[in-house]
């Protein structure tokens, strides 16, 4: 019995020690796993606000708003319109500092029937952008005024001439028309339950989920009359939209909230960025970032690190050392420059 008793001890010690030595092989061998986030800061998803036409309410109501959540928006804009110019230092010097964005919705919103015209529609508007935001690279959000109703040449954008088309790529413009780009608004007829399943199905999807507003508060009654007649009602009333806010604020632990154009930096940098592990030792991991390289993006990309401990860990980019936060014991976050480069992550143990 002894004997039995004896083997049969020996035998679960090794067992489990086997299990235990197996499952610390496991963990040793993720550490050094280095990945890209899908969305910065390691977010689930994505979700930008975007406010069309530069309406009063935008600047009396909405932005005031936003500041008090604290959540940072884009807001396409007509600087040859009236409403724009009665509120032009507003616009121009209040906006930016706040953080948000402006983009290119043309100077009139009214098209253009040359390309002449239109070189005046769209590039003022982007050089004006420029001028605003002298530390930002020049790629803007571009939406062609009047949205796709407007004729470009005689033509709607989706349809104008090549020579139209080519004044995106000359102002370095993300054209939202393009048919690339689909996003959601969110009007008086929209109920609780259809927000919460948009909200709940991007982070699911891991998605960028843009939101699309235009008037803020009681639609007029041309708006009224018009949504009788074909359903399209742009107009979101107060109340509901700052509902949309608080079930917003109920989920920014899980999603990237930030002006469009931001997102859609990290989009095309995500797409064309690559970190691959070129050497490793004791107390170091060496990994190459391989980037797209054009300095028009210019967003940050997050990266997550297995590492053996995150206690006295630092890392480079280059030689430049770059912060970093610890998501767990043995992981840690830290945001690179889109660059082609060496990352290291040094005293890992």
């Avoid at 009047?146 to 040449?153: A, E, F, I, P, V």
């Avoid at 830290?334 to 660059?339: G, L, Q, S």
Wanted: hydrophobic letters at 40%; aromatic letters at 10%.
């Amino acid at each position: 019995m002894r004997t039995a008793a004896f083997h049969w001890v020996l035998g679960m010690t090794l067992l489990l020690g086997g299990i235990v030595l197996s499952n610390n092989q496991a963990n040793a061998s993720t550490c050094g796993n280095a990945v890209i986030a899908r969305w910065f800061d390691n977010r689930d998803a994505a979700i930008s606000l975007r406010f069309d036409d530069s309406l009063a309410s935008h600047v009396d109501y909405v932005i005031p708003v936003l500041n008090r959540y604290g959540i940072k928006a884009t807001f396409m804009v007509n600087p040859g319109l009236e409403r724009y110019q009665m509120h032009r230092d507003f616009w121009e010097r209040k906006v930016p500092a706040m953080g948000h964005e402006l983009g290119n919705h043309t100077a009139h919103h009214r098209g253009a029937r040359t390309i002449r015209e239109a070189e005046r529609e769209i590039g003022e508007v982007s050089e004006l952008i420029w001028r605003l935001y002298p530390t930002r690279s020049r790629v803007t959000v571009f939406a062609s005024g009047g949205g796709r109703r407007c004729l470009w040449g005689g033509r709607q954008w989706s349809d104008a001439a090549p020579e139209y088309k080519q004044l995106v790529a000359k102002y370095n413009l993300i054209d939202l028309y393009d048919g690339h780009h689909p996003a959601t608004g969110i009007n008086s007829r929209d109920s609780e339950v259809s927000i919460d399943k948009r909200l709940h199905d991007a982070i699911n999807t891991h998605g960028h989920l843009p939101f699309v507003f235009h008037n803020i508060g009681t639609p007029t009654m041309l708006e009224r009359m018009r949504a009788l007649v074909d359903g399209f009602e742009a107009t979101c009333r107060k109340e509901q939209f700052e509902q949309f806010l608080d079930r917003l604020s109920r989920v920014r632990n899980k999603v990237w909230i930030a002006p469009l154009t931001q997102i859609l930096k990290y989009e095309h940098e995500y797409r064309n960025a690559k970190l691959e592990m070129i050497d490793s030792g004791e107390h170091f991991y060496k990994y190459r970032l391989i980037a797209a390289g054009d300095p028009m993006y210019d967003q940050e990309l997050t990266v997550v690190a297995s590492v053996a401990t995150s206690i006295n860990a630092k890392v480079y980019q280059g030689s430049i050392l770059i912060k970093h936060s610890i998501v767990d014991g043995h992981k840690i976050m830290f945001n690179v420059r889109p660059v082609s480069s060496v990352v290291i992550i040094n005293n890992i143990s």
